[in-house]
C-alpha cells in the first residue's frame, strides 16, 4: 500500500515512513495545492483540507496540522502557529507571557487519513508549560519554549525522547492503532 504524504515538508514524509514502514505503507512525497479554511480547530482545517483533496480525485494520502495552543492565551496561536512562529516568534510568546502565572500549553497534532475508501482523523496531544526563557538550541517552532516535564524544553532533549512523548508521536500511534482496529495494515 502506498500512501502520499501531501506536505510542503519533506522532513515529515521520512518521520512517517520511520513509523509505518513495520506495516508494508510505503510514503510518496506529494505537493497538491489546497486551500486550508480559516478556523480555530485543528480537526476543521484537516477535514476540510481532506474535502478538497478528494474532489480533485486524489485518495489513498494523508495530511497533517499541528500547533501550540497556550492556555491564558485562550489557545493562542493554535491553528495560527505557523504565522505567529513566522512573525512574534518564541520572543514574541514570552513577552505576552510576561507576567503570567498559568503557563499550561499543549501542542496538537491532527492527522488525516484516507485510506482504501476510508477517512481516519486523529488528534494527539502533550500537554506541558511555557518557560520563562528560551533553552536549548536543537529542534524548531516554538521548541525551546516548550516543556513536557517542567524541566528541559524540547530543544534540550533527543529526537527519540520528544517522539516517545511529542504530539506528533502520539497522534502517529493512534493513527496506527486506528488502521489496525478498521482492519487496514
Ligand atoms: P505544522 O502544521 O506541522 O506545519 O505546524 C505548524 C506550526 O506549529 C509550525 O510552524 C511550528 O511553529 C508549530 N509546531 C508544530 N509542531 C511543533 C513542534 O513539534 N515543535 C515546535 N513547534 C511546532
Given at each position: 500500500m502506498k500512501l502520499k504524504?501531501?506536505?510542503?515538508?519533506?522532513g515529515k514524509v521520512a518521520e512517517y515512513q520511520r513509523e509505518l514502514s513495520g506495516y508494508g505503507i510505503e510514503m510518496e512525497h506529494t505537493r497538491i495545492p489546497y486551500n486550508e479554511v480559516q478556523t480555530s480547530e485543528l480537526e476543521e482545517v484537516v477535514n476540510k483540507g481532506m474535502d478538497a483533496i478528494v474532489a480533485q480525485g486524489v485518495r489513498d494520502f494523508i495530511i497533517d496540522d499541528s500547533g501550540l495552543f497556550v492556555d491564558a492565551l485562550g489557545g493562542?496561536?493554535?491553528?495560527?502557529s505557523a504565522y505567529a512562529q513566522k512573525t512574534i516568534g518564541n520572543k514574541g510568546i514570552l513577552k505576552l507571557m510576561e507576567?503570567?502565572?498559568?503557563r499550561g500549553a499543549e501542542f496538537r497534532c491532527c492527522i488525516g487519513c484516507d485510506i482504501s475508501g476510508k477517512r481516519i482523523v486523529v488528534t494527539g496531544v502533550c500537554r506541558g508549560s511555557i518557560t520563562y526563557s528560551e533553552m536549548g538550541?536543537?529542534?524548531?517552532?516554538?521548541d525551546p519554549v516548550f516543556t513536557h516535564d517542567g524541566n528541559r524544553t524540547f530543544s534540550q532533549i533527543p529526537m527519540d525522547e520528544k517522539n516517545a512523548v511529542s504530539h506528533r508521536g502520539n497522534a502517529v500511534r493512534l493513527l496506527i492503532d486506528a488502521l489496525k482496529s478498521n482492519g487496514l495494515v
Open positions: 504524504v501531501i506536505t510542503s515538508n519533506p493562542f496561536p493554535g491553528v495560527w507576567d503570567v502565572e498559568d538550541d536543537g529542534g524548531f517552532g516554538f
